[in-house]
């Protein structure tokens, strides 16, 4: 009677296991897709993972989820059941997270994510107004470019709009970016003419942005500069060939302003919009009166 017992309670212990929750993702993907590839790369995963995923799930289940036909897939009563069941469950985990990481932040520091040479020679010189403004508030600056995901600890991030970012994200505009071509203030008159760029003056690339000489050019209505060329790893690297005499870089406005100010660089021929532009992105739009908001609000402010 014993071993009876045990059997059948072993039965519906294993009936009542949850699958895999990678499984799960992959299936709920997959479901509201009905495409295994758009699921896979919007997971970042390939469609064969998916596409195993799914079928180890339907294994563990003991049935199909979905109708295969013509490398398409569809799916079936028993998916439909499954995919509302576990739609339900990953919109009240995603709530609870949501939730859990707003209380979080509320007593943490801010992680506000920025792209490297913008941190360093922007908002850093400028930083200690903000910190005076809100003495009882720390916020951590992190260096960073590119994609990021906000599930990684990052609060906020100022990212110029040269890459695609999920539909999900909130973002502010800052301002315009500006770009023109700049040098050592001394050199001025040896590389450029009244009229333009001399055609021998030396040209600062950067690895970064292999286009930003083109982009103005483009931007400005002026001829392609062909002259003899250096190219740096980043950004920051041709700034400071530039100031150090080098050649002639493409100086974003805000990154050179303070150079441009202290007379160290001139740019003769001042900055056009490229049509690109810098935005605070967050998860969520800004609550009003927030530290957030206040953020944004200074950002605007000190970035005309």
Not at 75 to 91: I, T, Y
Not at 109 to 121: F, H, I, K, V, Y
Not at 140 to 166: K, M, T, Y
């Amino acid at each position: 009677m014993s071993s009876d017992m045990d059997s059948e309670l072993d039965t519906q212990m294993g009936d009542a296991r949850l699958p895999s929750l990678l499984a799960l993702r992959c299936f709920e993907a997959a479901a509201r897709c009905e495409n295994f590839s758009r699921a896979a790369q919007e997971l970042h995963l390939t469609h064969g993972a998916v596409s195993r995923a799914v079928r180890l799930l339907e294994d563990d289940l003991g049935v199909e989820l979905f109708e295969r036909r013509s490398r398409r897939v569809f799916l079936n009563e028993a998916g439909r059941k499954l995919a509302r069941a576990v739609s339900d469950g990953m919109g009240l985990m995603r709530q609870a997270t949501r939730e859990l990481r707003a209380s979080a932040r509320q007593t943490r520091p801010l992680a506000l994510s920025c792209e490297p040479t913008l941190l360093m020679r922007w908002l850093i010189p400028r930083w200690s107004a903000f910190q005076a403004h809100q003495p009882e508030r720390e916020i951590h600056l992190l260096a960073g470019g590119g994609p990021f995901s906000f599930e990684a600890g990052i609060d906020l991030a100022i990212r110029r709009d040269d890459f695609p970012w999920p539909a999900g994200y909130h973002a502010e505009t800052l301002f315009a970016e500006r770009v023109g071509p700049v040098c050592r203030a001394d050199k001025v008159e040896q590389w450029f003419t009244a009229n333009g760029l001399r055609s021998d003056a030396p040209l600062l690339h950067t690895r970064t942005r292999p286009s930003a000489w083109a982009e103005w050019a483009n931007a400005a209505g002026a001829s392609a500069a062909d002259g003899p060329a250096q190219t740096f790893e980043h950004f920051y690297f041709s700034l400071q060939a530039a100031v150090a005499g080098l050649g002639v870089a493409i100086g974003p406005w805000h990154l050179v302003r303070d150079d441009i100010d202290s007379g160290f660089l001139g740019a003769p021929l001042g900055f056009v919009e490229d049509g690109s532009r810098y935005c605070l992105l967050s998860p969520d739009a800004l609550a009003p009166e927030s530290l957030q908001a206040e953020l944004l609000a200074w950002l605007r402010e000190v970035g005309r």
